[in-house]
Structures are given as structure tokens and as C-alpha cells.
């Protein structure tokens, strides 16, 4: 069965300061991977995902995502970062032939301060 | 386009007491998915749903929870009798169901509380 880790909980970080959020998965088989954020008091909203293709994958809002097989990662990253990104982002995989099932982690707390 | 609506939003209820939520997916969304997040945890999936035909409820716990879509749109989720352990917050998803991988799209949720 595939499993989704996030190791860092929480993540305090700097305006206008880079971040990385760490997501690494276990699967014997092909995936894709998805991540999702959380701003408080609201559902989930997809951020990025790879399904195939170029590795390298990019949201509207300045986040990318590198799908990094040897390593079995899927660090997302944003060069500087805004107070409104302040939320819950979780790292999600979904094995092929798996009807979209996703697994999840556990989600780490990115927090942006002055 | 409207997004995927549940309620209640909160619930506070007692050990051994039946609770039910209700969701609505996006119009002409066939798949709908109730997932369960503990505090401090990812969501976990308890069932899956295509059109009105279960997919995937390995995860459920049948001896407590049960979930119907009635007409392959609503759903309901239920947990009778509930337990403390109960306490989390319950999400609703639904996608196109058209293609894997497809892209879920959730509710607000809504957050259970047993005590």
C-alpha cells in the first residue's frame, strides 16, 4: 500500500522568504501526486499536481513542485513568501489503476510572519 | 459555478447518540467521496462513490457508519452509535469521474464533536 510523508509539522517563516515543504511517498507502482492547501475555516483546494510529463509542475499563485523519482519526493517550494499563504498544505498520491483513491499525509503548517 | 455544499457545519453530540451529514456535490459530478480528518492528521478516505454504486468503503467502519447516495447525487453519511473517538472533521469531495487521475474538489466540511 502507498503512504504519503510530510515530516515537518509546522514551517514559521519570514515574509518574502523562500520556502521548501518537504513530502516524500512510498509506492511499489505509478503514481501521481497532488498538493492540496487549507486556508483556515475552509475544504481543501488542489494547489499543483503531476500526473505525467514534465517534472517540474507550477500553480498560479507562484508555487512548484519537482516529481522526483529517484528520491520518491515531491517537495513544493515558492521563492517568497506572502502573509495570504498562511494555511495547511497537504501532500496527497494517487496510485494508477486506483479509481483517483488519494492517500494523504499529515500536513504541514506553513506560517508567515512580518 | 457552485461548489460542494455540506451541513451542518458543526455538531456537538454525546457518546452512544446518531448523527447524520448531508452533502451536495457539484451538478454533474458522478463520483463523491466522504473522507475523515483527525485532528493533526491527513483526510483518510471512509467511502467512495460512483454515481449511486459504492467503489471503494474498505475503510469504513460498517459496524458504526453507513452512507447512501440516493439517485447518484446527495449523499448522506451516518454514524450511529457514535463514538468519542469519533470526533473529527468529515469531508465531502466529488470529481467528474471521468478520467483517472481526477481532480477532487472538497466542501467546507463539517466538524464533529463527541463528547
Known amino acids: 500500500a502507498q503512504s504519503v510523508t510530510q515530516l515537518d509539522s509546522q514551517v514559521p517563516v519570514f515574509e518574502e522568504a523562500p520556502v521548501e515543504l518537504r513530502c516524500n511517498y512510498s509506492?511499489?507502482?505509478?503514481?501521481?501526486l497532488f498538493w492540496y492547501v487549507q486556508y483556515p475555516n475552509q475544504g481543501l483546494q488542489l494547489l499543483l499536481k503531476?500526473?505525467?510529463?514534465?517534472?517540474l509542475v507550477e500553480s498560479i499563485n507562484g508555487f512548484e513542485a519537482e516529481f522526483n523519482k529517484s528520491q520518491t519526493s515531491f517537495h513544493l517550494r515558492k521563492p517568497s513568501v506572502h502573509i495570504s499563504d498562511t494555511a495547511e498544505y497537504f501532500c496527497?498520491?494517487?496510485?494508477?489503476?486506483?479509481?483517483?483513491?488519494?492517500?494523504f499525509g499529515t500536513g504541514t503548517r506553513l506560517q508567515v510572519t512580518l | 459555478e457552485a461548489g460542494v455544499a455540506q451541513s451542518p457545519r458543526y455538531k456537538i453530540i454525546e457518546k452512544r447518540q446518531s448523527v447524520a451529514f448531508w452533502c451536495n456535490p457539484i451538478?454533474?459530478?458522478?463520483?463523491l467521496y466522504w473522507y475523515q480528518q483527525i485532528l493533526g492528521q491527513g483526510p483518510k478516505l471512509l467511502i467512495q462513490?460512483?454515481?449511486?454504486?459504492?467503489?471503494?468503503d474498505s475503510q469504513l467502519p460498517k459496524d458504526r457508519f453507513s452512507a447512501e447516495r440516493l439517485k447518484g447525487v446527495d449523499s448522506t453519511l451516518k454514524i450511529q452509535p457514535a463514538k468519542l473517538e469519533d470526533s473529527a472533521v468529515y469531508l465531502c469531495?466529488?470529481?467528474?469521474?471521468?478520467?483517472?487521475?481526477?481532480?477532487?474538489?472538497f466542501g467546507p466540511g463539517t466538524r464533529l464533536t463527541v463528547l
Open positions: 469531495a466529488s470529481s467528474l469521474g471521468g478520467s483517472v487521475p481526477d481532480t477532487q474538489y
Open positions: 509506492s511499489s507502482v505509478s503514481v501521481y
Open positions: 503531476y500526473l505525467s510529463g514534465s517534472t
Open positions: 496527497a498520491v494517487s496510485v494508477a489503476g486506483t479509481a483517483s483513491k488519494l492517500t
Open positions: 451538478s454533474g459530478h458522478a463520483t
Open positions: 462513490f460512483q454515481n449511486n454504486g459504492v467503489v471503494d
